[in-house]
């Protein structure tokens, strides 16, 4: 066999398409989805229950406290940014439940052996839940509609803040993809990300934090969701956002970066 032979370019059948496997993967998510529709009702439900509850429940009370004279509507415009940014955090958790199921029924391993890019197994989970969570964020949004939440946003806004909420989600799904690997059973997985459910109950979300105590409400004002909601909320009610933009994209930039690494090397250290 000649040198030529040894050193040439592999045939269009040995060569990774990155793209093409990673399309595929995202099929077979999206497949999953379809297949499971359980899955994506129990993830909206609870934000819904959360945004009812507040709304009905609690929305006179805390609404007065805002100042405003119809406390229930004004309370609807202030937490359906949380409630938002909750079915996010609830799909990511069924992001982490999914890749545990992979990883515990050999499926992942048998992805291996094949002949496709690396990078699509995971990458076909993160599109996937980036959909899902999409999908999710438009049910909830309009059951916020109908209780009474009437944001002020022109079509500029609701641009923004349909971006801003793929960046967000895509960073959290990183941080789920890597909490599924490493969880050991798919209870394990669903309790990891619990996390990130209840942090918006510590933030600007449900109340202001300058009626929080003060070591609380120094955690409420550093923690990330915090300047997520804020941002959120002004890009939905088109009032100004300030530095909480810059510094919600900031802590997603270091949530999606932190995530992808660890993934990687969680995944790789299977191999």
Same mark, same amino acid.
């Given at each position: 066999?000649?040198?030529?032979?040894?050193?040439?370019?592999?045939?269009?059948?040995?060569?990774?398409?990155?793209?093409?496997?990673?399309?595929?993967?995202?099929?077979?998510?999206?497949?999953?989805?379809?297949?499971?529709?359980?899955?994506?009702?129990?993830?909206?439900?609870?934000?819904?229950?959360?945004?009812?509850?507040?709304?009905?429940?609690?929305?006179?009370?805390?609404?007065?406290?805002?100042?405003?004279?119809?406390?229930?509507?004004?309370?609807?415009?202030?937490?359906?940014?949380?409630?938002?940014?909750?079915?996010?955090?609830?799909?990511?958790?069924?992001?982490?439940?999914?890749?545990?199921?992979?990883?515990?029924?050999?499926?992942?391993?048998?992805?291996?052996?094949?002949?496709?890019?690396?990078?699509?197994?995971?990458?076909?989970?993160?599109?996937?839940?980036?959909?899902?969570?999409?999908?999710?964020?438009?049910?909830?949004?309009?059951?916020?509609?109908?209780?009474?939440?009437?944001?002020?946003?022109? /079509?500029? =806004?609701? !641009?923004?803040?349909?971006?801003?909420?793929?960046?967000?989600?895509? %960073? $959290?799904? @990183?941080? *789920?993809?890597?909490?599924?690997?490493?969880?050991?059973?798919?209870?394990?997985?669903?309790?990891?990300?619990?996390?990130?459910?209840?942090?918006?109950?510590?933030?600007?979300?449900?109340?202001?934090?300058?009626?929080?105590?003060?070591?609380?409400?120094?955690?409420?004002?550093?923690?990330?969701?915090?300047?997520?909601?804020?941002? /959120?909320? =002004?890009? !939905?009610?088109?009032?100004?956002?300030?530095?909480?933009?810059?510094? %919600? $994209?900031? @802590?997603? *930039?270091?949530?999606?970066?932190?995530?992808?690494?660890?993934?990687?090397?969680?995944?790789?250290?299977?191999?």
């Amino acid at each position: 066999m000649s040198s030529d032979a040894l050193t040439g370019p592999a045939p269009a059948s040995l060569r990774f398409h990155p793209l093409r496997d990673s399309a595929t993967m995202l099929r077979r998510n999206l497949k999953r989805m379809l297949r499971y529709p359980s899955m994506t009702v129990t993830l909206v439900a609870m934000p819904v229950v959360f945004l009812l509850l507040f709304v009905y429940v609690f929305g006179g009370t805390l609404g007065a406290g805002l100042g405003a004279a119809d406390g229930r509507a004004a309370y609807a415009n202030y937490v359906a940014p949380a409630i938002i940014l909750m079915t996010i955090t609830a799909t990511v958790q069924g992001t982490a439940i999914s890749i545990a199921m992979d990883m515990t029924e050999g499926i992942i391993a048998r992805f291996r052996t094949m002949h496709i890019a690396r990078v699509s197994v995971l990458t076909g989970h993160v599109l996937g839940s980036v959909i899902q969570a999409m999908f999710s964020v438009t049910i909830v949004i309009g059951v916020a509609l109908l209780v009474g939440f009437r944001p002020a946003a022109g /079509l500029g =806004g609701w !641009l923004a803040t349909a971006g801003f909420l793929v960046v967000v989600t895509f %960073a $959290l799904v @990183w941080l *789920a993809v890597a909490l599924g690997q490493v969880s050991q059973s798919v209870e394990t997985a669903s309790n990891l990300p619990m996390p990130l459910v209840l942090l918006p109950f510590l933030s600007s979300g449900f109340v202001p934090t300058e009626s929080m105590p003060a070591g609380l409400r120094w955690f409420a004002e550093h923690q990330p969701f915090t300047p997520i909601i804020e941002t /959120l909320r =002004g890009l !939905l009610m088109g009032t100004p956002i300030g530095n909480d933009g810059w510094i %919600a $994209l900031g @802590w997603c *930039a270091a949530i999606a970066a932190g995530g992808y690494l660890w993934s990687k090397r969680l995944f790789n250290r299977e191999s």
